[in-house]
């Protein structure tokens, strides 16, 4: 069973005021955790916004409380499932374009370990 790395970081005011500012609706979490595969080498990142409406443009990265960033990246576009009958069909990757370690759907893992 993989997990995921789960480290943990507040973003600063700026920061929710950037993520807010992309849409206004959102709510932001205090706390972000990282959904990179436990062990991933490179920074950590989150999800910077839980609409699904404009499939997560923002992302936060870190590699500790002192220099958490929030980028624009695409999504990663893989998924899993050829099986229609397959629920796990429906699973993509919840992580931005060019990850480390394997794809997420945040319950499902894929692909290539780190
Ligand atoms: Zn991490
Ligand atoms: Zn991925």
Redesign the pocket.
Known sequence: MTDS?G?RVAPTADQVQVLTDEDGNLSIPEVFA?S?EAG?PGQ?VDIGQTSDENYHPLWVTWHDATNVEVVRRPPCESGVGEDPDDPRDEAYCLLPDGHDGQHTSGSDWWGEAP
């Open positions: 790395c480290n990282c990179l991933h950590h």
